[in-house]
Structure formats: C-alpha cells, structure tokens
C-alpha cells in the first residue's frame, strides 16, 4: 500500500465549475497535509497546507482534512484554465518525511 | 530571499558513467530531500538530509547516494547511469519542525544515452 493516493485523472472541468481532488494516507500518525501545484516542466510549488480537522480556505481554494478517515481533498471554485496543472497531494509523517501522491492531472476547459 | 537552486538544469549522461548533482537551499533551511520525477511515477522519494547527516532513504539501489556539507548545500551522485534514470530530480529544503512546507527547487533534467 503506498503511504498517499490519488486518483491519477485525468480531471477535466468547465471553466468556472468546482474542482474537486481527493488524497488519502496510510500512516495515521501523520500531523501535516499539503498541496501542491506542478504545471508542465516546472517544479511544484505550495498551494495550501492543512493541519487540523475541517475545512481551510484560501481565496478560490479550499482544503479539507478528516483525520478519522484518513482523507485530505483539495477544491477549487471557480476552475480557471490557470489552473489547469497537476495536483500533488504531500503527508508529513512522525519522522518529518514527506511523502507525495503521483498527482492528479486537472484540465479546465474554456 | 533566494529560492531553491539546482545545478545543472540539464545533464546529457552515457550509460555507465556518474553524476553529480547538486542544491543549494533556502538559507537557514537545514532539511534537504531528493526526489525523483517521471512520467507515471510520481515523486519518488530518494533520501533527506538534515545537518549533514541523512535521516531519511527512500527505496533506491545503492547506486543513488548523496551528503550535505556544513552549509546545507547538498550533492547527489548516481554512479553507473542506466537508461532508467533519466528523470527530472528534485531538491526541496524545509525548516525543521512537523508544521513546515518544503520548498522545490527547479529541477535537474538527467538524459542517460
């Protein structure tokens, strides 16, 4: 089992509807959640970290974390052909470790 | 403040031969991790350094290895280059703590021939 998930995609959405990806982990001791954003030939780049239950908003972005079932999601209203990228989702385990999802390809079409 | 700096940005290698690679963090950032980027594989997690020592390794052969000097600035070697190492490879450095985001650089494409 690998320690984070997601659904590879690829996702695609109209312009200005809701995005939504999904994350789950293994190690239930992990303490922090992140997403990032990977545009093609770029390196990621922070979008938003979670690290207690509920919901945290960032502008369009909000981040969703349920620890009892191990879940994180990321979503973005208002889907903006910017956003077209892959999302990774990250887990910091007890160890200080990151481990990274193979990301989900979002495409927003115009 | 300076972000995350890798060298080279592209590497063009013969299979058999050895690389070097090399990050420069974020100052005052001491945790520094390699990763490796391709298609369909996501970030694979190759070893996390944190004042010079490694803390963390990821499932590579001993082929990958890497160190961190006393600035943080970090190498990573892969001796004897197959074809199946040409990737991007990612270096991110972070502050110590749980609460801390790592921040990437941007990348060095290897080419293994």
């Known amino acids: 089992q690998k320690e984070v998930e997601q659904n590879s995609g690829p996702l695609s959405v109209p312009e200005g509807a809701i995005a939504s990806l999904n994350c789950t982990y293994s190690?239930?001791?992990?303490?922090?959640f992140f997403w990032y954003r990977q545009y093609s030939g770029k390196s990621p780049e922070l979008i938003m970290f979670?690290?207690?239950?509920g919901d945290k908003e960032d502008g369009r972005f909000t981040a969703q974390l349920n620890k009892a079932s191990q879940y994180v999601s990321l979503l973005i209203r208002d889907s903006q052909p910017s956003d077209s990228a892959t999302y990774l989702c990250?887990?910091?385990?007890?160890?200080?470790?990151?481990?990274f999802g193979t990301g989900t390809s979002l495409t927003v079409i115009p | 403040k300076a972000g995350v700096t890798q060298t080279p940005r592209y590497l063009i290698k013969t299979r058999g031969q050895q690389v070097t690679l090399s990050c420069s963090p974020i100052?005052?950032?001491?945790?520094v991790s390699w990763y490796q980027q391709t298609p369909g594989q996501g970030l694979q997690f190759l070893f996390e350094?944190?004042?010079?020592?490694?803390?963390n390794k990821g499932n590579f052969p001993g082929r990958f290895s890497g160190r961190q000097f006393s600035n943080s600035r970090s190498e990573m070697n892969v001796s004897t280059l197959e074809l199946g190492d040409s990737a991007l490879y990612l270096c991110?450095?972070?502050?110590?703590?749980?609460?801390?985001?790592?921040?990437f650089g941007q990348g060095t494409r290897l080419t293994v021939v």
């Open positions: 979670i690290y207690s239950n």
């Open positions: 190690d239930r001791g992990s303490q922090s």
């Open positions: 990250a887990v910091k385990n007890t160890g200080n470790q990151f481990y």
């Open positions: 991110a450095s972070s502050l110590a703590g749980s609460n801390t985001e790592a921040f």
């Open positions: 350094y944190f004042s010079e020592t490694q803390r």
């Open positions: 100052s005052g950032h001491r945790s």
